[in-house]
């Protein structure tokens, strides 16, 4: 537990293992959302040589339920402290509190992705980034686009209705956090240091019938090359609950004069302009490691989520670091729900934890994970059946960082 008097100590500390700078207002708000009792740093004398901290999320599964989950956030070791065991103390403190805690999962987002694999946990999620040739490429969007209204707004005075929106799309996708007090004032912090020359944030709402329906939020910075206008339009946000209003505001942002790049960063891997566009090779997509999952208690989270087609298999465990997951497990379940329980029977798959972390959002396919020799098949059958049950029709997806 971090003591609050402990904590600019502990964030400079921070701030330096990641070799970086934190604005004004970005310390400010990390010192308003640290949850103290879920904080741990770890001391030689009063210099702060480790640290780690477990927010308190609820996560949605494939099915929609919102499931308890710890944010694992603000992991530094000191230069001076590194490769000496610092960061594994951490995580088996970290894990066993998690477990006393109740909560069946640990989420992160990994600096590197090769840390985190051998404390169990597996990349769950991945996002869409992609640099549009809006010169190029256009869009040809649905029927009813044009009923939607797209009106400049100014971020904080309609950010409630942005909030509103976003807490209904929470439930229809795996992976969104639901958005806990004090979290929503993250989507209007816009320190002069982040904007590398880009305008400060700016933001449109769409409308029908008077009613925000979606929302844009983004920079722009403008060049000028020897051809001309050559500006950069960065898309920070975007959030729809239909179809012709996501259509509008991308053509919106197709749309502003001057800018020649649309920079899209962490969108879902299904987001649906890519089905709109008329030359996606112009929009140089590409993938990149999001969430990743940590299954603390094996039984209670495969019970939490749903499965699109039935499921009745039993999982043959290993789990070395939270060895109490460890053993055979049978899992029964459909699209309605699903139990998972102890079990003496043979098995008909053998994974690691780490794998199930990774499958567990229905975005990584166990199909593939055992074409890669990480999954093993014992019972013919039980690999399709599984990979499919765990499948979800809607890319799993992060919204935010944390
Ligand atoms: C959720 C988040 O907050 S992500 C942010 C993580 N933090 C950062 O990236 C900040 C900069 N880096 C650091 O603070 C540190 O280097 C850390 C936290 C990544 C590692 O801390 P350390 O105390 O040096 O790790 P520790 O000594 O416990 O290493 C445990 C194992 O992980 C391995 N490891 C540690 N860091 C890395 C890495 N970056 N890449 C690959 N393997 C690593 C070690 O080699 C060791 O392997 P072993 O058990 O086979 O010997």
Same mark, same amino acid.
């Given at each position: 537990?971090?003591?609050?008097? &402990?904590?600019?100590?502990? *964030? ?23 949850? *103290? ?12 040589? +480790? ?60 600096? &590197? ?28 969007? =649905? ?7 797209? !009106? ?7 950010? $409630?209705?942005?909030?509103?929106? *976003? ?17 929503? /004032?993250?989507? #209007? ?17 769409? &409308? ?19 051809? +001309? ?32 790049? #649309?920079?899209? !960063? ?12 008329? $030359? ?29 087609? =039935? ?42 934890? /780490? ?9 990584? =396919? ?18 399709? &059946? ?12 992060? =919204?935010?960082?944390?």
């Amino acid at each position: 537990m971090l003591r609050r008097d &402990e904590w600019d100590t502990w *964030y400079d500390h921070l701030v330096r293992a990641f070799g970086g700078t934190s604005a004004p207002e970005e310390r400010e708000l990390d010192r308003s959302l640290t949850e *103290y009792d879920r904080s741990l740093g770890v001391w030689d004398g009063d210099v702060c040589v +480790g640290s780690a901290g477990a927010f308190t999320f609820r996560v949605t599964v494939p099915g929609g339920s919102p499931v308890p989950a710890a944010g694992v956030t603000m992991v530094g070791v000191a230069a001076t402290h590194r490769r000496r065991g610092v960061l594994t103390s951490l995580m088996r403190r970290q894990l066993d509190d998690v477990r006393s805690w109740g909560e069946p999962l640990a989420l992160l987002t990994a600096s &590197e992705p090769a840390i985190y694999g051998r404390f169990g946990y597996g990349a769950a999620t991945f996002q869409l980034d992609a640099d549009i040739d809006t010169a190029r490429a256009g869009l040809s969007v =649905p029927a009813g686009t044009d009923e939607v209204r797209v !009106r400049y707004a100014a971020p904080a005075e309609v950010l $409630d209705a942005c909030e509103a929106v *976003y807490a209904r799309l929470v439930p229809q996708r795996p992976g969104m956090l639901a958005r806990q007090p004090g979290w929503e /004032r993250g989507r #209007l912090l816009d320190p002069e240091s982040w904007r590398d020359g880009a305008s400060s944030l700016l933001c449109v709402v769409a &409308e029908r019938d008077g009613e925000i329906t979606g929302y844009a939020r983004y920079r722009t910075k403008l060049g000028w090359g020897d051809d +001309g206008h050559d500006g950069t339009l960065t898309l920070d946000d975007l959030a729809a609950l239909d179809p012709a209003t996501d259509a509008a505001l991308w053509r919106f942002l197709f749309g502003v004069d001057l800018m020649t790049t #649309l920079a899209v !960063r962490n969108r879902p891997v299904d987001d649906a302009w890519q089905y709109l566009v008329t $030359d996606i090779r112009r929009c140089r997509t590409r993938l990149r490691d999001s969430l990743y999952v940590r299954l603390v208690d094996v039984g209670a989270a495969l019970a939490a989520r749903t499965y699109q087609a =039935p499921v009745d298999v039993v999982f043959e465990v290993e789990d070395a670091f939270c060895p109490w997951n460890g053993g055979r497990w049978r899992l029964s379940g459909d699209a309605k729900g699903a139990s998972c329980e102890r079990t003496s029977d043979p098995a008909d798959l053998a994974l690691s934890v /780490r794998e199930l972390g990774a499958a567990y959002l229905g975005g990584v =396919p166990l199909a593939g994970l055992a074409a890669a020799g990480r999954v093993r098949e014992v019972r013919r059958g039980a690999l399709a &059946e599984a990979s499919v049950g765990f499948g979800s029709a809607v890319a799993p997806w992060l =919204p935010h960082g944390f």
